[in-house]
């Protein structure tokens, strides 16, 4: 991403002079509010363009994506967690995990039951919820199962957008940080957590940028980092 500008709906847009994400890098990002992450995550899977700048995804200009089938084509390289992401509630968890795999889940083949059992050990949820409703998920739970999802299609590289959001609990934080460490390290997924949440960062071994007032990204300093993990 280079010299972008985007407004959001906030009195001052979005402006980011200068980022590269590598697809082994784990990186969190703390500086953005909810609306503009979502802009943010919009703009590299290039569901949303700069108003200036440009965003290139694997040497690509996404303003170059003409067609429906070169954006799903550019968007297979990311998996995103998201709150905004719709689970269907009667089904049972593992269908909802299938889904990202196949269409054919009523009834699912003894393949993509494995391979549903597989993410859900990557992510730490146990199989003996598999076949409980997507409904009676808990707010940690469901993070896992975005990420489940997200991680479905092999991807390049995660997205992460607030994921802790909804969780107080600060062990149940720490652990997802610990699943998304332990989802991607064997794969070398990278991933970009637009996140503020130290211990779910921490836990997942993130490294923390910030985004300037002149939309300058820095690698957090020695001393701001020591500050942080004293909180």
Do not use: C, Y
């Amino acid at each position: 991403m280079t010299g972008i500008q985007k407004h959001f709906g906030e009195p001052l847009p979005l402006v980011i002079r200068d980022l590269t994400i590598r697809a082994s890098d784990r990186v969190a990002l703390p500086d953005l509010n909810t609306g503009a992450a979502e802009i943010l995550i919009n703009l590299i899977t290039g569901a949303s363009l700069p108003e200036q700048g440009t965003v290139r995804v694997d040497g690509h200009d996404t303003r170059d994506i003409a067609t429906d089938t070169d954006w799903l084509a550019s968007l297979d390289r990311f998996g995103i967690v998201t709150a905004r992401a719709v689970l269907i509630g009667p089904l049972p968890i593992a269908a909802n995990l299938a889904l990202p795999l196949t269409l054919t889940i009523d009834p699912m083949s003894a393949e993509t039951r494995a391979a549903v059992e597989v993410l859900a050990e990557r992510v730490g949820l146990p199989s003996s919820r598999l076949d409980a409703k997507a409904s009676t998920l808990t707010p940690a739970e469901l993070v896992r199962v975005h990420l489940a999802r997200a991680l479905a299609p092999g991807p390049q590289l995660v997205l992460l957008e607030h994921p802790t959001a909804a969780i107080r609990d600060e062990g149940e934080r720490r652990s997802l940080g610990e699943a998304l460490r332990h989802a991607t390290e064997k794969t070398g997924t990278g991933w970009l957590a637009l996140t503020g949440d130290r211990v779910f960062g921490r836990a997942a071994g993130a490294t923390w940028l910030r985004i300037g007032a002149n939309g300058v990204v820095r690698r957090e300093g020695l001393w701001s980092a020591l500050s942080n993990l004293l909180r």
